[in-house]
């Protein structure tokens, strides 16, 4: 037996269940907002995601994935500081698009701690990259210079969260890019 086709589009409904745990985060979120969000009912929610565990799973790897390619553009860049410039400065932006809720899914649910640490790993790899090539000194340590940088994407989305302006996000970009040693 084939059921009923689903009258929804799947796709469309995992974003905007994106942009509701985003907005609210997981804990705050309930069936009754997704539903809403999304444009379906409980059952077909139940269908098509199984549980709301279920569905925060895929709608944050979703979330996650973007924020890997967005991330991995950047390390793309020539050299670290381009590379962490990028990062930065497109974190800025992102945290503060109109057309999106503000600050960032990634750093501000804690249930995504494990995605964090993927994140950390990533920046640290190309700034690893960065002292072997020589455009970060040799006294720059990869994972402590991550550390600090996740801290700051973090706080620049707690700021945007708060009312922060690109501009102010930017700045804050821009301080931490001071903070980071020049090649001698």
């Known amino acids: 037996m084939a059921g009923r086709p689903r009258s929804f589009d799947r796709e469309s409904a995992l974003a905007a269940a994106v942009e509701q745990f985003w907005r609210t985060g997981y804990e705050e979120t309930t069936i009754a907002m997704l539903t809403r969000a999304m444009g379906v009912t409980p059952p077909s929610l139940y269908a098509a995601f199984g549980d ?9 790897a979703l979330y996650f994935r973007r924020t890997c390619e967005a991330v991995d553009r950047a390390a793309a860049r020539p050299t670290a500081r381009g590379a962490i410039t990028t990062m930065l400065d497109d974190t800025a932006r992102a945290h503060t698009d109109p057309e999106t809720p503000l600050g960032c899914l990634m750093l501000t649910e804690p249930r995504l701690a494990a995605q964090r640490e993927v994140l950390h790993g990533r920046i640290s790899d190309r700034i690893a990259r960065g002292v072997t090539e020589g455009d ?28 922060g302006s690109t501009d102010e996000l930017l700045a804050i970009a821009g301080a931490a890019m001071a903070a980071i040693p020049a090649p001698s």
Do not use: I, N, W, Y
């Not at 565990?53 to 944050?60: G, H, M, N, P, Q």
């Not at 970060?136 to 708060?162: N, W, Y």
């Open 52 to 60: 709301k565990d279920r569905l925060f799973e895929e709608a944050s």
């Open 136 to 163: 970060l000194p040799e006294t720059v340590q990869p994972d402590e210079l991550a550390s600090f940088l996740v801290a700051v994407m973090r706080g620049m989305s707690g700021c945007a969260r708060d009312g």
